[in-house]
């Protein structure tokens, strides 16, 4: 039974916010930023930086734009009814669809972790001159030792936050030693071009950064601040302050990338290769910055990609998706040590499961798309939260894209 009728009167008892519920109603949105923006979104937006410099920032106005539309919908099914999306997806399309959804998202979100993983480790090994495998051990056991609080949502939304701040000061601090020229800038944002050579690294900057996996988990986190703040307004707008930040970020390492290395024709091809590219020209200062930035991304990926795969994997088991629950955070446990090993042993991302992920993710990802969109314009879910005539037509192209980019992966992995 659809619980809209229960919020609409939890709206009328509160009739606005006050600072701190404010903020408060922010965190789903912040979290689903942070962990969205890991190390992968950071060298492919480097690496568009470095080879096409600031030509291409139109791109994340895009990205954010459906971003957006994808979050705002999540949201509103999160606000609208008390149910998981994973048990509004079993009731209409039945519980093996359910399974099906919740079994993909494990699988590619345990294939990413080693990249996590990774990516953080080595972070942190850069700065401090010791071993990788040292770090992924340490970080992933502290991710682990965070589920032994008492209120999990509580820890990760601070956390999270905590990480964003990380990010934006080490990002803004590198961006104001670069000193972008400003015209070149304002013109890779209003003037949308494509150089030549660059569609793949376009595609691939889209799919990282449309995280339709992403974007659905904001109805769980929604329901949790709800169900831990229940006198919290909370509107599909609030995602929106996430969302924005998640483009600010990635805009900023774009600029500080086109600036520094496109003129000079340094080439990255890890977020690791930016930081060393920065050191000749800014110093040892700038080269630290970035690479605390990188850990940022590192860390917030490495517990968000986590909490995301567990969670959805035991409500598609029907045990629920508290994240108090101790199967949800033995499941999220899992995914976090099995990324460790695979990152300890390989290093990185192994090749094989680099494949087998994106193979997962081409036909899961398209279908949750088509599922959100779907009951978001079922009133009798929805309520007065159903889809406007613009997230109608907005979200349908959003969904041709994310189709799109699903053929053009198929072809890629599967026809060649």
């Not at 820890?155 to 670069?178: H, Y």
Request: charged content about 10%; hydrophobic content about 55%.
């Amino acid at each position: 039974m659809c619980s809209y009728e229960h919020t609409d009167s939890r709206r009328k008892k509160i009739g606005g916010k006050s600072l701190k519920a404010w903020l408060q109603s922010l965190g789903p949105g912040l979290i689903t930023a942070a962990w969205v923006f890991g190390p992968s979104k950071m060298t492919i937006t480097s690496k568009l930086g470095s080879l096409y410099g600031v030509g291409l920032l139109w791109i994340v106005l895009f990205a954010v734009f459906f971003m957006f539309v994808f979050t705002s919908m999540a949201a509103r099914i999160g606000i609208a009814t008390d149910r998981s999306l994973l048990s509004v997806i079993r009731q209409k399309w039945g519980k093996n669809v359910a399974i099906a959804v919740g079994v993909g998202v494990f699988l590619v979100c345990t294939s990413f972790q080693a990249g996590n993983s990774a990516g953080v480790g080595i972070a942190v090994a850069e700065l401090t001159n010791t071993p990788v495998e040292l770090w992924i051990v340490v970080l992933n056991l502290l991710g682990i030792s965070l589920l032994f609080f008492r209120t999990f949502y509580k820890v990760l939304e601070r956390i999270m936050i905590l990480l964003i701040v990380v990010k934006l000061v080490a990002f803004v601090t590198t961006l104001v030693m670069v000193q972008p020229p400003p015209r070149p800038v304002l013109k890779g944002i209003f003037i949308p071009s494509i150089p030549e050579g660059s569609d793949g690294l376009i595609i691939a900057f889209f799919a990282s950064s449309v995280s339709i996996v992403g974007t659905c988990y904001q109805a769980y986190l929604v329901q949790e601040r709800r169900r831990l703040s229940p006198g919290i307004l909370q509107t599909d707008n609030d995602s929106f302050t996430g969302i924005l930040l998640l483009g600010v970020m990635s805009a900023m390492v774009m600029i500080c990338a086109g600036v520094v290395l496109h003129p000079s024709g340094i080439q990255v091809n890890t977020a690791t290769d930016m930081s060393r590219a920065l050191e000749p020209m800014f110093g040892e200062y700038a080269a630290a910055l970035f690479l605390i930035g990188l850990f940022g991304a590192g860390f917030s990926a490495l517990i968000g990609n986590a909490t995301l795969g567990g969670t959805l994997f035991a409500d598609s088991l029907g045990k629920g998706s508290d994240l108090n629950s101790a199967t949800v955070k033995k499941l999220i446990a899992l995914v976090m040590v099995a990324g460790a090993v695979i990152a300890f042993i390989f290093g990185k991302l192994p090749l094989q499961l680099i494949v087998f992920a994106q193979s997962i993710a081409i036909f899961i990802v398209p279908f949750i798309g088509i599922a959100m969109f779907s009951i978001a314009n079922d009133v009798k879910i929805m309520g007065n939260q159903k889809n406007s005539l613009f997230m109608k037509i907005a979200g349908f192209v959003g969904l041709i894209v994310v189709i799109v980019l699903a053929l053009i992966n198929f072809k890629e992995l599967i026809l060649k």
